[in-house]
């Protein structure tokens, strides 16, 4: 396919549509191991993670139901300030409930330490994380995702869901942008 005006805007792809789909079916098959005797319920973490929901979902063919939360986190775009406020909140009762939280990337950790403690104040029985992108080197708070699905270094990643300023998300790809897109955004 000829080359669309996104992917002008990227340097290099990290990981292929083809790469993430193997990948995502390698982690649904251990979570179903890992779930089958449960009655999970996973929680996209919106915006960045609706994409991924949608294939991990569909590869771990367990019995389960879906809701979604958003969050915000004060601060600037490519950094979060550890302030979390939810935006949009699920929409059921979740005492006694197993959580898969699904996420695009654990970076700080700011974001899914605040969801887990969130979760299990609402009497969640247990709440285990889900995360494509793990960004191990820019963590600041005490937390590991269960399922991970690709180690990534400290570079900022765009496509499958993964956003700046609002755009690439619908890329198929992950790649890092030309560092001209963002100062040609300030
Ligand atoms: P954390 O709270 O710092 O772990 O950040 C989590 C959120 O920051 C993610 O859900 C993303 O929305 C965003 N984020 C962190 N790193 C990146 C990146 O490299 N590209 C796009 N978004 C990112
Ligand atoms: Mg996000």
Do not use: W
């Amino acid at each position: 396919m000829e080359k669309t005006t996104m992917d002008q805007d990227i340097l290099k792809i990290l990981y292929t549509e083809e790469q993430i789909a193997q990948r995502i079916r390698e982690m649904g098959a251990q979570m179903y191991e890992d779930l089958k005797g449960k009655n999970p319920l996973f929680v996209s973490v919106l915006r960045g993670a609706f994409i991924f929901m949608a294939d991990i979902t569909r590869a771990c063919q367990v019995k389960c139901d879906v809701e979604f939360i958003a969050v915000s986190s004060y601060g600037n775009s490519t950094a979060s300030s550890g302030a979390v406020q939810i935006t949009h909140d699920i929409q059921q009762d979740i005492s006694g409930r197993d959580l898969v939280v699904v996420e695009d990337i654990l970076d700080s950790g700011n974001t899914l330490n605040f969801l887990k403690q969130y979760f299990l104040t609402k009497g969640a029985a247990s709440v285990s994380i889900c995360t494509l992108l793990d960004k191990p080197s820019r963590r600041e708070k005490a937390i590991h995702a269960d399922y991970v699905g690709f180690e990534v270094p400290d570079e900022f990643v765009v496509g499958y869901g993964l956003d700046y300023a609002q755009k690439y998300r619908n890329l198929p790809y992950i790649g890092v942008l030309k560092p001209e897109v963002y100062s040609s955004k300030g």
